[in-house]
């Protein structure tokens, strides 16, 4: 396992510790120069999205954390890794954005 499987590894764990719902992992390096993955997830509330990020942070830790958006409103939180971006959606903010059909092409390396 190389470290980035390592790294993708600890996100789900540290998201599904905090109950994190529908995870999706999108291969996305054939398609885009933005990152390799894409880790996609739900959470029921924004209090939960929070949770979720702070868990993520917590266990894959911040060297490496470009960038977080969207935590004070928290219907999407992006956790920009580089080589591979978080999202955390409410369940109304995932339906609407629909990542998952926007990267359609994309190989999906994992849904949970």
């Known amino acids: 396992m190389d470290n980035t499987e390592l790294f993708i590894d600890t996100v789900v764990k540290a998201a599904e510790d905090k109950k994190a719902e529908n995870i999706e992992i999108l291969k996305v390096s054939e398609l885009t120069t933005i990152a390799d993955f894409f880790i996609i997830m739900s959470g029921n509330s924004k209090v939960q999205n929070q949770a979720i990020a702070d868990e993520i942070i917590k266990k894959a830790g911040k060297k490496g954390l470009f960038s977080v958006e969207g935590y004070d409103l928290a219907e999407w939180i992006l956790l920009d ?25 994309a190989e999906k390396i994992l849904k949970r």
């Open 81 to 105: 890794y580089g080589s591979v971006i978080v999202h955390i959606f409410t369940p109304e903010k995932r339906a609407f954005y629909d990542i998952e059909s926007l990267w359609a092409d």
